[in-house]
């Protein structure tokens, strides 16, 4: 089945630690994108990437990195710089940069 | 800015009753509008995307329409399995360069259907 998988489905993170979220896609893809949701808010774009080895801050990219090594992969680190992590993380991917996007199920963070 | 407002927050309907919901944008050029169904704690479901002015799309009780500032999200005769969250989306001209590819969110509209 192709689709976009997200893992883990929760994940629980102490304070000052860096925590991995991944997301993989094989649907030959070549955008991906991290979106955060939070509750009573729109989703807000994070970071995307529309080629592998590259990628664009979005609108809260402060206290998140990426990396683009693969097209069928797009991690992304929440560093401990990141104020306020708790929140649903969502990942989706596009054909093309300018494609209807689809996004994965996602991973609830939480920060204990 | 490019802002995505949707309305109402939140809709209660009995089954069979029909009714919108609203997505109003303000973009200095649309290259799309996208309509997602969100379940709680998954993933936004992909529904529709309008690109024009007067274009309608279907999909069993769902109907969107577009126009130059709004875009109506129609269901007839809902049942409960159509509770969820739908969330409009819009993605600027592609000449906007940087931002190719992105999409502004509302912040949803709640519906619950009860039977």
């Not at chain 1, 009573?40 to 990219?61: E, H, M, P, T, W």
């Not at chain 2, 309305?7 to 799309?32: I, K, M």
């Not at chain 2, 479901?45 to 577009?66: D, I, V």
């Not at chain 2, 509770?83 to 949803?108: E, H, I, K, M």
Request: net charge neutral.
């Amino acid at each position: 089945d192709g689709g976009i998988t997200q893992s883990p489905k929760y994940l629980f993170r102490k304070e000052g630690q860096n925590v991995t979220l991944s997301c993989e896609q094989n649907l030959n893809h070549d955008a991906m994108y991290w979106y955060r949701q939070d509750p009573g808010q729109g989703l807000r774009l994070i970071y995307y990437s529309q080629i592998v080895n590259d990628f664009q801050k979005g609108d809260i990219a402060e206290g998140y990195s990426v990396s683009r090594e693969k097209k069928e992969s797009f991690p992304l680190t929440v560093t401990s710089a990141q104020k306020n992590p708790t929140a649903f993380y969502l990942c989706a991917s596009s054909p093309r940069g300018a494609d209807t996007q689809y996004f994965g199920p996602g991973t609830r963070l939480t920060v204990l | 800015e490019d802002q995505v407002t949707q309305s109402p927050e939140a809709l209660r309907l009995q089954e069979g009753e029909s009714s919108s919901l609203n997505c109003s944008y303000t973009v200095s050029g649309l290259r799309g509008l996208f309509w997602y169904r969100q379940d709680p704690g998954k993933g936004p479901e992909f529904l529709f995307t309008l690109y024009s002015a007067g274009e309608e799309k279907e999909k069993e009780r769902l109907k969107a329409t577009l126009t130059k500032k709004e875009s109506f999200l129609h269901i007839t005769a809902p049942k409960p399995e159509d509770s969820a969250t739908y969330l409009c989306a819009v993605q600027p001209s592609a000449d906007r360069g940087s931002t190719l590819g992105r999409l502004y969110f509302g912040r949803g509209t709640q519906l619950t259907v009860w039977p």
